[in-house]
């Protein structure tokens, strides 16, 4: 039985998922897209979480098992919680490439999507956030070591890094695009930089059990 090649992305957001779709899709015999499901498929989980019911997974299972292309794939954060559903799919060979970046250069990135003031409360949401996915992406990468690997995001940024992801995925001629960085941010600016540092200080207070007095958010001490 020929297995059809399938690549999945993963990571928090905010962390390359885009310009690794990049560097898949210029692959040869390869077309990988990056976010391909319309947003209001998607639900929330814990905050940041995100995943699919399984109808909508198994749709675009189906979909990938039927293209015509060599290696297909896709690259989103709200994958992970499907992936006992694709590992029981038949007829697939799928890689699961995460990408992690820093944690607190991720949750500052995270932190401009956001609307609302991030207070304590939220930073520490975010700290879960990214723990735990790293953490149960890392149950399955240490199970199948064959089938799941992270990465760090500067992978991307190096032509060693690139070629280990590449070899990771399967391909025997590799395609590089080093210093290609899609969705790149502009520098913050002073202001927030400085509320953002002043929440970092707040939130380490608040873990050793401080009050929060001079931060522009009224919060008490954790547990409290």
Not at 24 to 36: A, G, P
Not at 90 to 104: A, N, Q, S, T, Y
Request: hydrophobic residues 35%; contains cysteine; proline residues 4%.
């Amino acid at each position: 039985m020929n297995m059809r090649k399938v690549i999945i992305g993963l990571g928090t957001g905010r962390c390359g998922t885009k310009t690794l779709a990049h560097l898949l899709n210029i692959q040869d015999d390869c077309s990988c897209t990056h976010e391909r499901l319309d947003v209001s498929l998607v639900r929330g989980k814990n905050w940041f979480r995100k995943s699919v019911v399984p109808s909508t997974a198994l749709m675009v299972l189906d979909d990938l098992a039927n293209r015509k292309e060599p290696v297909v794939g896709d690259v989103a954060c709200w994958w992970l919680d499907s992936i006992p559903l694709m590992l029981d799919y038949d007829g697939l060979d799928i890689r699961f490439i995460c990408l992690k970046r820093d944690k607190e250069k991720t949750i500052d990135s995270l932190s401009r999507l956001y609307e609302k003031p991030i207070i304590p409360r939220i930073y520490k949401a975010m700290e879960k956030y990214y723990d735990d996915y790293y953490k149960d992406f890392g149950k399955y990468a240490w199970k199948h070591p064959e089938s799941f690997a992270i990465f760090s995001t500067e992978n991307l940024n190096s032509l060693d890094g690139q070629k280990e992801i590449l070899n990771f995925a399967g391909f025997e001629n590799h395609q590089y695009d080093v210093g290609k960085r899609l969705n790149k941010r502009g520098k913050p600016d002073e202001a927030f930089v400085d509320y953002w540092n002043r929440v970092r200080m707040a939130v380490r207070s608040l873990q050793r059990g401080e009050s929060v007095g001079d931060y522009p958010f009224s919060v008490k001490p954790l547990g409290s």
